[in-house]
Nanobody, 125 residues
Framework: QVQLVESGGGLVQAGGSLRLSCAAS????????MGWFRQTPGKEREFVAG????????YYTDSVKGRFTISRDNANNTVYLQMNRLKPEDTAVYYC??????????????????WGQGTQVTVSS
C-alpha cells in the first residue's frame, strides 16, 4: 500500500514557476514508477510527465516539454514536478500517481495503482 500526498500548488501569474511535491509513504517506494497528471472540470485526467523505469527516461506531453521537469528523491520518497514559464492553459488540478515500475504505460491512467488527492494550480493571465 502506498499513500501519496501532493503539495505546492497555488496561484501564479503567467510566466511564473511552481514546484509540486508528491510525498509517498511506505517502504516500497523503489518498486514504483511515478507520474504526474492533470485534470480540468469536465475533462478526463491527462498525462503530464512520467518516468519509465525500463529505459530510465522521463517523458512529457508535448505542451509542457521544455518547461516542466519531473524528478525524484528516493531517499525522501518524494517526486517533484518543476513547472516553469507557466501558461493559463496549465491551470488544473495536478495529481501524482504510482505504478509498478515494470509497467511501461507511463501515460495511461489505468496503469497507475495509487493516486494522491490532487493540488490546484491556477495560472492567471
Amino acid at each position: 500500500q502506498v499513500q501519496l500526498v501532493e503539495s505546492g500548488g497555488g496561484l501564479v501569474q503567467a510566466g511564473g514557476s511552481l514546484r509540486l511535491s508528491c510525498a509517498a509513504s511506505g517502504r516500497t517506494f523503489s518498486m514504483y514508477a511515478m507520474g504526474w497528471f492533470r485534470q480540468t472540470p469536465g475533462k478526463e485526467r491527462e498525462f503530464v510527465a512520467g518516468n519509465n523505469w525500463s529505459d530510465g527516461r522521463a517523458y512529457y506531453t508535448d505542451s509542457v516539454k521544455g518547461r516542466f521537469t519531473i524528478s525524484r528523491d528516493n531517499a525522501n520518497n518524494t517526486v517533484y514536478l518543476q513547472m516553469n514559464r507557466l501558461k493559463p492553459e496549465d491551470t488544473a488540478v495536478y495529481y501524482c500517481g504510482a505504478r509498478w515500475k515494470w509497467n511501461g504505460n507511463y501515460a495511461a491512467t489505468y496503469a497507475y495503482n495509487y493516486w494522491g488527492q490532487g493540488t490546484q494550480v491556477t495560472v492567471s493571465s
